[in-house]
């Protein structure tokens, strides 16, 4: 039988925690951003770069967003910042789940669209407004309606759920692979 040390240290593992939040928040990103990007490329008003151009120009300024081609070095950067901080997120939430010990697949792709629309609120109503000159790029239609914000963050939530049902239910061949440090003969 384990002792409680051994079952909290296997479910607090702060590298696993770390390693498949990270990931799970990069693929996240990924499908929001893939989301806001197709949004600004179907429209006639918008750009497929609008998105990630104004989160650098939240940064750096309004002089930052404008049309695509002068302005490579704010995507790139908004890009960048779009990923780290998915990444981050990435992590709280499963740290989140692994603290409540969600178990059904559906469950966790639920918390994660909810997850993921409370990022929302949070971007929205506690980060935007720091900066008055800028939140106008994300409150109004100017990169995009409030639909197209709320649809990407629910799709960040549920992909960070779907990532977090697969690796904990153990489909993945790395999860079910020990650790290097538990394959080496101990010595006597």
């Given amino acids: 039988m384990e002792s409680r040390s051994d079952v909290s240290g296997s479910r607090f593992d ?3 925690i770390v390693a498949i ?3 799970g928040g990069v693929a996240s990103g990924m499908m929001m951003a893939i989301t806001e990007m197709i949004y600004g490329w179907v429209s006639s008003a918008h ?3 609008d998105a990630p151009m104004a989160i650098w120009a939240w940064i750096g300024g309004l002089n930052h967003f404008g049309q695509p081609a002068n302005h490579v070095g704010p995507i790139i ?5 779009h990923m780290t901080n998915s990444m981050i997120a990435g992590v709280v939430f499963v740290t989140l789940l692994s603290a409540v010990r969600v178990r059904s697949g ?3 792709i639920m918390l994660g669209v909810g997850y993921g629309l409370l990022l929302w609120v949070i971007m929205s109503y506690g980060i935007l407004p720091l900066r008055d000159s800028t939140k106008v790029l994300f409150t109004t239609s100017m990169v995009s309606p409030q639909w197209v914000w709320w649809l990407a963050h629910g799709i960040l939530g549920m992909t960070a759920g779907a990532i ?3 690796v904990s239910h153990g489909r993945l061949p790395v999860v ?3 650790r290097l440090r538990e394959d080496l003969p101990r010595a006597a």
């Fill in 14 to 16: 702060a590298r696993r």
């Fill in 21 to 23: 939040g990270a990931l």
């Fill in 47 to 49: 750009t497929a770069w």
């Fill in 77 to 81: 950067l908004g890009l960048g910042g």
């Fill in 106 to 108: 559906l469950v966790a």
């Fill in 164 to 166: 977090y049902a697969v």
């Fill in 176 to 178: 079910a692979r020990p």
